[in-house]
Structures are given as C-alpha cells and as structure tokens.
C-alpha cells in the first residue's frame, strides 16, 4: 500500500503531515521547512495579446506569489 501524500497546496496541512511525522518517529527537535522559493512562470507573466491584457496578467501572476507567501506566513512559516 502506498502512502497517502498531502496536497501541497494547504501549508496548514502540510505542517500537520509533518508534526504527525515527527510524533511518530519520536522526534523531538526543532522542524525546519525551507519556503523561500516562491515564482510565477514565464508564461502566465507574459500571457495577453493587448497591452491590457498584458498587464493584467502580470498583477495575476503577482498576486499568486503574494498569496502563496501570505499562506506561508499564516501557517506558521516565518524566520524567527
């Protein structure tokens, strides 16, 4: 039987996978999960064949980043 693997897209529950892990290995050190390499792809950056829609593409591809560093944050992922 496979493992059941957490969707990355929740960061609350990939922090829950990983303490569960932690608990069952008998780990008791700190957890460190690196979260510094947030991007946008090139070509959702650059979709549009106006200027407008040019641009509004870009501020899209901005706030997904932004989104997901702002998920980060909220689930506990900050530098201390």
Do not use: C
């Not at 059941?4 to 932690?22: C, E, F, G, T």
């Not at 641009?55 to 944050?73: S, W, Y």
């Amino acid at each position: 039987m496979k493992p059941v693997i957490p969707a990355a897209k929740n960061l609350m529950n990939m922090w829950r996978w990983y303490s569960a892990a932690a608990i069952a290995t008998g780990y008791k050190g700190l957890i460190f999960i690196q979260a510094d390499h947030y991007q946008t792809a090139a070509k959702d950056y650059f979709k549009g064949k106006t200027s407008e829609e040019q641009e509004a593409a870009k501020e899209k591809a901005k706030k997904k980043v932004k989104d997901n560093i702002r998920k980060a944050l909220l689930a506990g992922m900050a530098e201390y």
